[in-house]
T-cell receptor, first 114, second 115 residues
Framework: NAGVTQTPKFQVLKTGQSMTLQCAQDMNHEYMSWYRQDPGMGLRLIHYSVGAGITDQGEVPNGYNVSRSTTEDFPLRLLSAAPSQTSVYFC?????????????FGPGTRLTVT | AQSVTQLGSHVSVSEGALVLLRCNYSSSVPPYLFWYVQYPNQGLQLLLKYTSAATLVKGINGFEAEFKKSETSFHLTKPSAHMSDAAEYFCAVSDSTGGYNKLIFGAGTRLAVHP
């Protein structure tokens, strides 16, 4: 099992550019999430999905879109990049295990917007 | 709404000393609580989790945490620090409002271990 994979590992964008961060999992987990990590703020939830075709907003969704056409993939789209979106982005997948949900994280994508 | 407070954004200990990382939570229902570790330039790895079974939870790498409902705390400890423990540690509480089991993270505590 590769677990949760993310591409690219690093990306530099200019303000106004768009791009898609890729996330895939091979554990057949029904739930997937995107977080951003900023210094001193922990991880904040951007969007999440409870299954193929079902997505919803998290705590900080503005400027991001998601879709979930398959169980395995959950791409995050930046529509028009802004410097405030400079961050490290983590994708996670989870399933119910013994009464709780345990999240498995990818290695992250470090994004810089200039 | 659930929230997590980690006291101390930076903690420094000597190798072999006790590690104590503090976490307090607020939750209106019995919570599920987690500690994650993040090594430099890596993703988050689960250290341990509390799911209402035993109040003292043992995790990987010699870490353990004790759930204290009266203090709304879930502090992480390790009896003897090792250089390889240097990392950032995150406490998280599960939040099921809205029908999805989200994680609410604390701001993190960076642990430094010096010889």
């Amino acid at each position: 099992n590769a677990g949760v994979t993310q591409t690219p590992k690093f990306q530099v964008l200019k303000t106004g550019q768009s791009m898609t961060l890729q996330c895939a999992q091979d554990m057949n987990h029904e739930y997937m999430s995107w977080y951003r990590q900023d210094p001193g703020m922990g991880l904040r939830l951007i969007h999440y999905s409870v299954g193929a075709g079902i997505t919803d907003q998290g705590e900080v969704p503005n400027g991001y879109n998601v879709s979930r056409s398959t169980t395995e993939d959950f791409p995050l789209r930046l529509l028009s990049a802004a410097p405030s979106q400079t961050s490290v982005y983590f994708c996670a997948s989870s399933t119910r295990t013994g009464g709780s949900y345990e999240q498995y994280f990818g290695p992250g994508t470090r994004l810089t917007v200039t | 709404a659930q929230s997590v407070t980690q006291l101390g954004s930076h903690v420094s200990v000597s190798e072999g000393a006790l590690v104590l990382l503090r976490c307090n939570y607020s939750s209106s229902v019995p919570p599920y609580l987690f500690w994650y570790v993040q090594y430099p330039n890596q993703g988050l790895q689960l250290l341990l989790k509390y799911t209402s079974a035993a109040t003292l939870v043992k995790g990987i790498n010699g870490f353990e945490a004790e759930f204290k409902k009266s203090e709304t705390s879930f502090h992480l400890t390790k009896p003897s620090a090792h250089m390889s423990d240097a990392a950032e540690y995150f406490c998280a509480v599960s939040d099921s409002t809205g029908g999805y089991n989200k994680l609410i993270f604390g701001a993190g505590t960076r642990l430094a271990v010096h010889p």
